[in-house]
């Protein structure tokens, strides 16, 4: 047996937007699968483990009833149904909540009016569609299940840069104008860091560092662990005014 994660301890505030930072095998994915239950799926299991959602234990819940109370993950690589349609993959996200066709129907034009690409795809084959527009129909599918929290795995993994900008502006537009609050698990602590307004730093399965923006580029421990020992404060700060 593997152990991937060791005292984890984190939280995410009400229409907050928060960043989990790590390089591949910090524990990212696992503390996300964790929350959202999908860890079971995979014959993993947690021990001494207490997870709160809305202040309710969900150490034991199954994933589908979780989407249905409102916490959603979007997986690392986007992970859609490449032989269906982009509106029947976006569909597929409301079928845990049993709401109304013409909610459906509302719910549709409203993800449609956030990612306006997707209208013009609707009909076409989701395998078809670029990288950027294959994570705004995962994003969407999420959205609509109508999410209070939304898991994000590597939003921007394997996209150009300009999409990355223009995926991180619509889950900040969101969390402004609905209040639904983001986890995001990212290797690009840059743009992560962005947008998020406080961070964790996970090394080898623990929290190596936490804070404000501001507190974790002052942090060397989150320079050694994360960035590497090379990469100065100076420079760190430079990325974050070049995305600025």
């Known amino acids: 047996m593997i152990t991937a994660l060791r005292g984890v301890?984190?939280?995410?505030?009400?229409?907050?937007?928060v960043a989990l930072l790590g390089g591949n095998?910090?524990?990212?994915?696992?503390?996300?699968?964790?929350?959202?239950?999908?860890?079971?799926a995979e014959q993993g299991t947690c021990s001494a483990t207490r997870i709160l959602y809305q202040d309710n234990p969900i150490d034991t819940a199954?994933?589908?009833?979780?989407?249905?109370?409102g916490l959603v993950q979007v997986l690392e690589g986007r992970r859609c149904f490449v032989h269906l349609s982009v509106e029947d993959n976006l569909r597929l996200g409301a079928f845990p909540t049993g709401a109304r066709r013409a909610d459906v129907e509302r719910d549709l034009e409203r993800i449609y009016t956030i990612f306006p690409r997707l209208r013009d795809k609707r009909k076409a084959l989701t395998?078809?569609?670029?990288g950027g527009e294959q994570q705004m129909v995962a994003i969407g599918r999420a959205l609509m299940?109508?999410?209070?929290?939304v898991l994000l795995d590597e939003p921007s993994m394997g996209l150009a840069p300009k999409v990355v900008?223009?995926?991180?502006?619509?889950?900040?537009?969101?969390?402004?104008?609905t209040g639904t609050s983001f986890l995001l698990a990212e290797q690009n602590a840059a743009i992560a860091l962005r947008y998020a307004k406080y961070g964790y730093?996970?090394?080898?399965?623990?929290?190596?560092?936490?804070?404000?923006?501001?507190?974790?580029?002052e942090l060397d421990v989150l320079h050694r662990a994360y960035l590497g020992g090379e990469i100065t404060r100076q420079r760190l700060r430079s990325r974050y005014a070049s995305l600025g």
């Open 145 to 149: 299940a109508r999410p209070t929290l």
């Open 201 to 217: 730093a996970l090394e080898n399965g623990r929290v190596v560092a936490q804070g404000s923006v501001d507190e974790l580029s």
């Open 25 to 40: 095998g910090a524990g990212k994915t696992t503390t996300l699968k964790a929350i959202s239950g999908l860890l079971r």
């Open 127 to 130: 395998g078809y569609a670029s």
């Open 165 to 177: 900008e223009e995926i991180f502006d619509i889950i900040a537009e969101l969390n402004e104008t």
């Open 9 to 17: 301890s984190l939280s995410v505030p009400e229409r907050g937007i």
């Open 62 to 69: 199954d994933p589908w009833t979780l989407v249905s109370r």
